[in-house]
Structures are given as C-alpha cells and as structure tokens.
C-alpha cells in the first residue's frame, strides 16, 4: 500500500520567517494533495500537483512535485500566524481511494 | 471552490444509543462520498467509500454493523454510530467528490462524538 512519510511532524517559526515542510511516498504519485487543517476542524484544500516538476503557487504558499514524482514539498514565504495548523499531504491510490500523511504542525511565534 | 458540510459539528451522547452525523455537498452533486476517523494527533483513518445509490464499500477493520452508511442522494450521505461506546469516541470527518471538480475530494467541518 501506499504511504505518506511527512516531515518535520512539527515546527515552530517566528514570524516572517520561510519554512518547507516534506511529504515522500513510497510509489510513484499519481496525484498529491496538500491540505490545512485546524485542529478540530476540516481539511481546507490547497494544491493539487499531478506532473513531475509541477509547482503552484497560492499567496505565500508554493508546493512543488519532483521529477520522479515521489517527494513533494510545500513552502511557506514569510509566514504569519494565520500560518498556523496543520498541514497534511495526501496522494490518489491506484484503487479510487485518498491515503495521507500524519501532518505538520506548524505554530508561527509573533 | 466546492463547499460540504456536517451536522451536527458536536455530539454527546450515551453509550449504547445511536447517533447519526450527516454530510451534504452543498454546491456540487458527489458521485463518491468518503467517511473518515481522525484520531488525536494523527491522520484521517479510511473507514467506508460510499457511492450515490449502491452500498458502502467499508475498509478492512471497519464494522459495516456498526457504523451504518447511507448515500441516498447526490448531496447527502449519512453515517450513524449503532450502540455507541466510549471507544467510539472520536472526530469524524466526510469528504466529497464528483462532476466537474473531478478527483480532488472536498472535505466537511467534521464532527466531534462523545460517548459517555
């Protein structure tokens, strides 16, 4: 089965600051998702990457799929503290079904 | 973009009722509804994909007994908790895809079940 390894599991950031948080698969991914979560609530969809070497951008937030389509990284410039949550990745299986990672918590210090 | 939502967003109930949490697509038809179990600190755990008109289809480890789900229409699916136990006690959370919006699965603002 496929897996999502994320990492770091957690960060901490002053604000104003650029951060990266990484999510590598096991197999090939064929579409992978990032996601904001606030604990206790939804999963607030970001990005949608599906070709090697994609990358988008949203406000200051850039996510990027690698060539070989098994890492993908998302990049926050300058973060504020509207920032913070948790960020989760998640990717298609070949069966129609979603798999993710654990999530990032990411808490930005005024 | 695509909006889903639950009710209730909180439950408390007592062990050994039932408890039913709905999930609409409130703008868009969802060929393909997904119940998720999100754990304190951890990701969401696959518990059933639920196809507009036909049975659940439940993961490995999931009581298809015991959480119920219903897809009724293009815009609700439902998932009620029978008998509920403490250990039931968790955050749920549904997504939704379907039409134009192709794959990318919408989520709602979950649901949070206590059971005393």
């Known amino acids: 089965s496929q897996e999502l390894e994320q990492s770091p599991q957690s960060l901490i950031v002053q604000e104003g600051k650029n951060l990266t948080i990484n999510c590598t698969s096991s197999?090939?991914?064929?579409?992978l998702y990032w996601y904001k979560q606030k604990y206790g609530e939804g999963l607030i969809f970001l990005m949608m990457l599906q070709k090697g070497g994609e990358e988008k951008s949203h406000e200051k937030i850039t996510a990027k799929l690698d060539e070989k389509k098994q890492q993908s990284s998302l990049h926050i410039t300058a973060s504020q503290p509207s920032h913070a949550g948790i960020y989760l990745c998640?990717?298609?299986?070949?069966?129609?079904?979603?798999?993710f990672g654990d999530g990032t918590t990411l808490t930005v210090k005024p | 973009g695509a909006v889903v939502s639950q009710h209730p967003s909180r439950v408390i109930c007592k062990s050994g009722t039932s408890v039913k949490i709905e999930c609409r697509s409130l703008?868009?038809?969802?060929?393909?509804m997904f119940w998720y179990r999100q754990f304190p600190k951890k990701s969401l755990m696959l518990m059933a994909t639920s196809n507009e008109g036909s049975k659940a289809t439940y993961e490995q480890g999931v009581e298809k007994d015991k959480f119920l789900i219903n897809h009724a229409s293009l815009t609700l699916s439902t998932l009620t908790v029978t008998s509920a136990h403490p250990e039931d006690s968790s955050f749920y959370i549904c997504?939704?895809?379907?039409?134009?919006?192709?794959?990318?699965?919408?989520f709602g603002p979950g649901t949070r079940l206590l059971v005393l």
């Open positions: 997504s939704a895809r379907g039409g134009a919006l192709g794959e990318t699965q919408y």
């Open positions: 998640g990717a298609d299986t070949n069966a129609g079904k979603s798999t």
């Open positions: 197999k090939t991914l064929y579409g």
């Open positions: 703008d868009f038809q969802a060929t393909t």
